[in-house]
């Protein structure tokens, strides 16, 4: 059959429900734990930090399916389906025998797939009768695609914004702002425990971790508010499912089998979600489908972390999750793979990796925005940094396959646009990018901090 350069998949096959892909899990990642106490999370102490139909999700390990409400589904319809598309051109220009095809997640405003889940949290702090949702934010991403959830459904959005790209991404604030956010770069000293951080490094970059200290504080601190986060938490990577069960329809469809699928990592949810019906697949043993996760070489936690109790954040006001991690007080130097730049995984990924169920690679940035470059000039899509991480792997595999001759069928994960990282592309234009990988004594440092678990 011939497959036609974009699959588009028809509203009513759109997906109803959610995969929760722990129900297949025969491991099950590791609960969060108190901080304090060092018992599992309960329902009541993550419904004060989360909207409680959030907790839940979290805590459910075992419902296989979960209804997206119609709402939901309604608001997936404005940007939804999203193509997945034959990328015929690259093929030829690399000549490589093998079939790639990449999910684009880069057709909304924010430019990324963070909008599937923003969109679910924004409704159910809605459903809950909040006023509104804190949240930090890294690239900018996150906070766009929450900013417009909580102007569909009108709720206030507080987002902290991590100093470096406050600075360097005016632009994005400002889309923020346009759609009714409030925005702070962190650390800021609208907190304690940004005050807290500042006082003890005045000069600071800001990192995700801190960001994520100051929001839970001013969720928890505001009546009527309720933290959200975009990545790394299990309920992320169920809403994110909508971008592996659409994949899955498209290529059902057309009978194509995927030999290998890529997805880029930073706290693993597209990743999550991209795989997720297809890591159930593997899990039920009805596929070896290959699974690559691909992270910065500057921020390595499945490839040189390690799989141990931590925390969430840099002011440990977090419950503690299992996850492959570079230690909290990891802070990556300020280079440009924004939204891969979390010390830790998702616990779902990190299980899965641990198990032997996906592989994990690292990607220099340089050799990131190569394959950035390349793919835009024979496929015209300028890409995200993050993504291009995923094409980078896509490309050497594809590459191999020219090697070998094997007609192998690679997916990979295109998750969003570059059109806010273009300092990014300047100083890779300009030969000015360098590569930035910490040293063995550099992780030890941050690792030999990691909370004590009994
Ligand atoms: C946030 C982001 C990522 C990384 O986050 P994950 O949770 O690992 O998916 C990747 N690509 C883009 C475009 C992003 O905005």
């Not at 070998?404 to 890779?428: C, H, N, P, R, W």
Request: proline share 6%; hydrophobic share 35%.
């Amino acid at each position: 059959m011939e497959i036609p350069y974009k699959i588009y998949l028809e509203e009513s096959e759109m997906p109803k429900a959610w995969y929760n892909l722990r129900a297949d899990m025969k491991n099950k990642p590791a609960p969060l734990l108190n901080p304090g106490t060092g018992k599992p999370m309960t329902l009541e102490e993550l419904s004060q930090v989360f909207c409680r139909e959030l907790a839940l999700q979290e805590l459910d390990c075992e419902t296989p399916y979960i209804p997206i409400p119609q709402e939901i589904q309604d608001f997936y319809k404005m940007y939804r389906p999203s193509p997945l598309v034959r990328a015929y051109c690259l093929e030829k220009k690399l000549g490589t025998p093998a079939h790639i095809y990449y999910k684009f997640e880069g057709n909304n405003t924010s430019g990324s797939h963070k909008l599937n889940s923003a969109i679910a949290q924004a409704y159910y702090a809605k459903q809950q009768g909040l006023k509104g949702v804190t949240t930090e934010t890294g690239a900018g991403q996150w906070g766009t695609a929450l900013s417009m959830a909580c102007s569909y459904f009108g709720l206030d959005c507080k987002v902290f914004m991590v100093k470096i790209s406050y600075e360097q991404k005016p632009f994005r604030r400002e889309v923020m702002r346009t759609y009714g956010a409030s925005v702070t770069p962190s650390p800021s000293n609208t907190t304690q425990v940004g005050r807290k951080i500042l006082a003890e490094f005045p000069d600071t970059n800001g990192s995700l971790g801190c960001a994520i200290s100051e929001a839970v504080e001013a969720a928890v601190s505001n009546e009527g508010y309720r933290y959200v986060l975009g990545s790394v938490l299990s309920q992320v990577l169920l809403h994110q499912s909508v971008i592996g069960l659409e994949t899955k329809t498209a290529m059902d469809k057309y009978g194509i089998k995927p030999d290998i699928i890529i997805g880029c990592a930073g706290g693993g949810s597209n990743l999550g979600g991209l795989i997720a019906p297809f890591a159930g697949q593997k899990l039920r043993g009805e596929s070896d489908v290959r699974l690559i996760a691909v992270e910065p070489a500057s921020c390595p936690s499945l490839t040189r972390g390690k799989y141990a109790y931590d925390f969430c954040d840099t002011g440990c006001v977090c419950p503690l999750a299992k996850m492959y991690t570079l230690g909290s007080s990891f802070i990556p130097s300020p280079n440009h793979a924004g939204g891969l730049r979390y010390h830790g995984m998702s616990s779902i990924v990190s299980q899965l990796y641990d198990d032997g169920l996906i592989e994990a690679r690292s990607a220099e940035q340089t050799a990131v925005f190569e394959a950035a470059e390349y793919f835009a000039r024979v496929e015209g899509i300028l890409p995200a940094p993050e993504s291009s991480h995923a094409i980078r792997v896509a490309i050497d595999e594809a590459i191999k396959c020219r090697e070998t001759g094997e007609e192998k069928t690679i997916v990979f994960g295109l998750t969003g646009t570059g059109y806010f990282d273009l300092y990014a592309y300047q100083s890779f234009n300009d030969g000015k990018m360098t590569d930035y990988i910490p040293t063995d004594e550099d992780i030890a440092k941050s690792l030999s901090k990691l909370p004590q678990i009994k």
